[in-house]
């Protein structure tokens, strides 16, 4: 530890003011989304807590019929949007981390075999990552989506979209 904090990383790094609001900005992102069950007044995946006399609330304005007040106001369904953005940061968080760890496992394990068996194997592994990154990442994604529908059941189709 002592090494890295004598590193010129970490010099560069400390008196960066950019890099530290980033770092500050993303920590805060991160412990949002960790503590966002404690941090957030309602869990909005929770049906019995919805009331639709709190819709449409504007933000920091008391309710006209419940005296409710949210911070940055309610949706049609009076569904507190500060609590939703606090649960669809953790679950954004969750599936970007969760997409990353896969790459590099994928990554690392057919690197890891091209590597070590080379020959037609390796061309075999190289072409195909050339290939891959030719198409876009949304169109990837859509045919990945696509394709998962297909193999849903019809009444989990209407929740995925």
Same mark, same amino acid.
């Not at 019995?48 to 449409?56: E, I, Y």
């Given at each position: ?22 770092? &500050? ?12 069950? /404690? ?6 995946? #929770?049906?019995?807590? &919805? !009331?639709?006399? !709190? @819709? ?11 005296? #409710? /007040?949210?911070?940055? @106001?309610? #949706? ?31 990554? /690392?394990? &057919? @690197?890891?075999?091209? @590597? ?5 194997? $390796? ?6 990552? $050339? ?11 859509? &045919? ?8 849903l059941p019809p009444e ?6």
């Amino acid at each position: 530890m002592k090494r890295f904090f004598a590193s010129d990383f970490f010099y560069d790094f400390m008196r960066s003011p950019v890099a530290l609001v980033s770092f &500050l900005i993303v920590l805060f992102l991160i412990l949002s989304a960790v503590f966002a069950g /404690v941090i957030a007044p309602t869990n909005p995946f #929770d049906a019995a807590s &919805l !009331n639709l006399m !709190n @819709g449409f609330t504007p933000p920091m304005e008391p309710n006209l019929f419940t005296g #409710d /007040v949210f911070w940055m @106001g309610t #949706d049609d369904q009076g569904r507190d949007l500060f609590s939703a953005i606090l649960y669809g940061l953790r679950i954004s968080l969750f599936v970007g981390a969760m997409a990353v760890a896969l790459a590099t496992v994928m990554g /690392v394990l &057919l @690197g890891l075999i091209a @590597g070590y068996m080379g020959g037609w194997l $390796d061309n075999l592994i190289m072409r195909f990552a $050339d290939i891959q990154m030719t198409f876009p990442s949304i169109l990837v994604a859509m &045919l990945i989506f696509g394709v998962a529908r297909v193999f849903l059941p019809p009444e989990l189709r209407d929740e995925m979209a």
